[in-house]
């Protein structure tokens, strides 16, 4: 393996990297670094946790330092902590420049952030949206000669999901230079191969690691089917297990909703579990406290939405739990790869209903790996199932009593204002939707028993000649017996 001089990377970063307890080039880094340096557009597809975003930073940092100005280097990612944290990682490798940055995200003041625009600063890092709505609203800054487009999670930037940023890009993409060094980086590039392609003009240079099995090695990856009904049992009682037999034990847990993800935390915190939560409901201030508290260890349990399955690098966390098994393989390499990170060990354990069966198979095959059950005493469970239940049952009246589903409302038509959509015509046009559904929904449904009953009389009569042949016959035979 190459050491970082022989890949082209100057002292001043070596020491930087050793000051951080990076002695040696991860294969991404090896790889990319030299490609980087050249001049070159780069993708590059690595498991998670194994340094790609040291990979992208380190060569900005050296052409900055040979050629100064802002604003050098635009980094774009879905996740408002998640730019936090690479900002982060410029600031503390690139302090001997005296390195400006600035962080452009959603839920943060505007004014504060288009000072900070209009000051040049060498990198902004920046989640699409609120950038797009920066661009659209000021005149104040531009990024006509950015040298580097970096896409961090770069297959998540270009799908259509929940949050959908092809717009936003589509506008930052029309305001920096073609001529550019364009990096893409994410641990699952594969299926977006054509678009990203299209963005990185630049014949560009791409890594991808060779191993066949999708998620790291340190990884024991494990799943416990249990009913619906069972979940939080067993979710209490893995804790309870962890907390045990372990001094120093640190945990994420994924579920599929804010609510449910609040429920849970609100839940566990009735056992005394020092738990917080970290979803799109919040506000980003307190987002950013939770997150806090749990890297610090003050917090053990942070219980999040996929808002958090993505590039957050936490090395204390040893266990993922999944509340809920992932909709998507995809979904699942990014939440269990927030265990087992840089070499380390680390966990997964994935609860399974009877009805999430073809989803594990469609991650095992995705992954190329098959999951292990992780065998818990069950009786254990069942001593805990029926206060467990009461308990979430008795959160979700809490929380139905505050007003978070109104919350959720406000924001929704929030997002619409802000998507020019007027509310009240969209609710009416889902209204008449709605409507259109449950009529043809009847419609089928009286289509298919109308089938059904036809099919059912066509069964019937070849029976209904035959019990009348049979009658005859006995007849018949009764007739020769004379009975
Ligand atoms: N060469 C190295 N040697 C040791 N540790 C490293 C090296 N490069 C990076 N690291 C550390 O590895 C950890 C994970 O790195 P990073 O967050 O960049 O992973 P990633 O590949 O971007 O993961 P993800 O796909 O989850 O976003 C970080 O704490 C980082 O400091």
Same mark, same amino acid.
């Given at each position: 393996m190459s050491d970082f001089s022989s890949l082209g990377l100057s002292d001043w970063l070596?020491?930087?990297c050793k000051q951080m307890g990076i002695n040696k080039p991860t294969p991404v880094q090896e790889n990319c670094l030299p490609a980087i340096l050249q001049g070159r557009d780069c993708m590059g597809c690595a498991k998670t946790g194994s340094g790609k975003t040291a990979a992208f930073v380190l060569p900005v940092l050296q052409k900055l330092s040979e050629d100064p100005y802002g604003i050098f280097c635009l980094v774009l990612t879905p996740t408002? #902590?998640?730019?936090?944290?690479?900002? =982060?990682?410029?600031?503390?490798?690139?302090?001997?420049l005296a390195l400006r940055d600035c962080i452009i995200v959603g839920g943060m003041d505007m004014v504060t952030q288009a000072l900070e625009l209009s000051k040049k600063p060498h990198i902004?890092?920046? $989640?699409?949206?609120?950038?797009?709505? +920066?661009?659209?609203?000021?005149?104040?800054?531009?990024?006509k000669q950015i040298r580097f487009l970096i896409l961090d999670e770069a297959d998540r930037l270009l799908e259509q999901g929940c949050t959908d940023f092809t717009k936003d890009l589509e506008v930052i993409l029309s305001v920096v230079p073609a001529k550019r060094q364009t990096l893409l980086f994410s641990a699952t590039l594969t299926d977006t191969l054509q678009e990203l392609k299209s963005i990185a003009m630049n014949k560009p240079f791409f890594w991808e690691s060779k191993s066949e099995v999708r998620t790291v090695e340190e990884l024991d990856q494990r799943y416990i089917l249990t009913p619906e009904k069972v979940k939080d049992a067993y979710l209490v009682h893995l804790i309870q297990k962890f907390q045990d037999e372990h001094e120093d034990w640190s945990i994420i847990i994924f579920t599929n909703t804010c609510k449910n993800c609040q429920i849970l935390m609100m839940m566990l915190r009735e056992f005394d579990f020092p738990a917080v939560s970290l979803h799109s409901m919040m506000k980003q201030k307190q987002r950013f406290a939770n997150l806090a508290k749990f890297k610090s260890g003050v917090f053990k349990i942070l219980i999040a939405t996929d808002v958090a399955a993505r590039g957050l690098d936490i090395p204390t966390v040893q266990v993922v739990i999944n509340h809920n098994t992932p909709g998507l393989p995809k979904i699942y390499i990014h939440r269990v790869g927030r265990t087992a990170r840089a070499g380390r060990h680390g966990v997964s354990l994935t609860l399974? $209903?009877?009805?999430?069966? +073809?989803?594990?198979q469609a991650i095992e095959g995705q992954i190329q790996a098959k999951l292990q059950e992780y065998s818990v005493e069950e009786? #254990?469970?069942?001593?805990?199932?029926t206060q467990v239940n009461v308990t979430r049952r008795e959160c979700e009246i809490k929380l139905e009593s505050?007003?978070?589903? =109104?919350?959720? =409302?406000i924001n929704k038509r929030k997002a619409m204002i802000l998507e020019g959509k007027d509310p009240d015509l969209e609710q009416k046009r889902r209204e008449e939707l709605e409507k259109i559904r449950n009529k043809r929904k009847k419609f089928k449904q009286r289509i298919h028993e109308s089938i059904q009953k036809k099919q059912d009389a066509i069964k019937r009569k070849p029976q209904k000649k035959k019990r009348l042949l049979q009658e005859e016959g006995s007849s018949h035979q009764s007739h020769e017996t004379g009975e």
């Open positions: 070596i020491q930087q408002r #902590e998640l730019a936090y944290q690479i900002a =982060e990682q410029f600031r503390v490798l690139g302090k001997p902004v890092v920046a $989640t699409p949206g609120r950038l797009a709505d +920066h661009i659209r609203s000021s005149n104040t800054f531009n990024m399974v $209903t009877q009805y999430d069966i +073809h989803l594990v009786s #254990e469970v069942l001593k805990i199932l505050t007003d978070f589903d =109104e919350k959720k =409302e």
